[in-house]
């Protein structure tokens, strides 16, 4: 079964310093690959997708993921956050179709 | 602009009541998707539709219906077999193309009175 990891829950930064967010999956092929960003009461944004060629995508917002095949890993970085970024990030994978997605980080920004 | 509008924002049942929470697309998506929002739990896709008059379950289709008249209609109502409905429902559309991405509406915050 197609399944969607993200181990880390929550999250602090400091405003300015880096960001890695990371995901694993669990698929037999490379499946679509997809970040979704939420704020509180609100639906999901596409922050960037992968489906084929150049492992490193860039996304809005200043976002970027890298597909790495031998890791199963498709993490998510910013070079230098803002208070802004604030929000709940969500992995996603794409099969047939059906999307599954990861059960989220948090991520908190301080001043 | 186009987009997609779940409405309403809040919602409350009483216990044995049936709910129908709308949501409409003016993106001429021809999939349209439901999903459950619990906290920690991430989201968990309940129905979905890749053409007029044709929907499948999702993992946890149990005590919810759905039905597809309209390409850009696709309401969702929750029964009163639905024994735990307290969750944030989100609505959801795409192009029917394998690599295009989802696009979400704002949400339906659902409470039991």
């Known amino acids: 079964a197609q399944s969607v990891t993200q181990p880390d829950i929550h999250i602090t930064v400091s405003e300015g310093a880096s960001l890695e967010l990371r995901c694993n999956y669990s698929?037999?092929?490379?499946?679509?690959l997809f970040w979704y960003v939420q704020s509180p009461g609100q639906g999901l944004q596409l922050l960037l997708k992968?489906?084929?060629?150049?492992?490193l995508v860039q996304g809005i917002k200043g976002f970027e993921a890298e597909f790495k095949r031998s890791q199963s890993s498709f993490n998510l970085r910013k070079p230098s956050v803002h208070w802004s970024d604030a929000a709940e990030y969500f992995c996603?994978?794409?099969?047939?179709?059906?999307?599954?997605f990861g059960s989220g980080t948090k991520l908190n920004v301080k001043p | 602009d186009g987009g997609i509008t779940q409405s309403p924002k809040y919602l409350f049942r009483k216990e044995g009541q049936n709910v129908t929470l709308s949501c409409e697309q003016n993106?001429?998506?021809?999939?349209m998707y439901w999903y459950r929002q619990d906290p920690g739990q991430g989201l968990r896709l309940i129905y979905y539709?890749?053409?007029?008059?044709?929907?499948q379950k999702g993992d946890i289709a149990e005590g919810y219906s759905v039905s597809r008249e309209k390409k850009e209609s696709f309401p969702l109502t929750v029964t009163s077999a639905q024994k735990n409905p307290t969750a944030f429902y989100l609505c959801?559309?795409?192009?029917?193309?394998?690599?295009?991405?989802?696009?979400f509406g704002d949400g339906t915050r659902l409470s039991i009175l």
């Open positions: 993106l001429n998506h021809d999939a």
């Open positions: 539709s890749q053409i007029v008059n044709d929907f």
């Open positions: 959801a559309s795409r192009r029917d193309r394998s690599n295009q991405p989802q696009h």
């Open positions: 698929y037999g092929a490379t499946p679509y």
């Open positions: 996603a994978v794409g099969v047939s179709n059906k999307f599954y």
């Open positions: 992968y489906f084929s060629g150049d492992t």
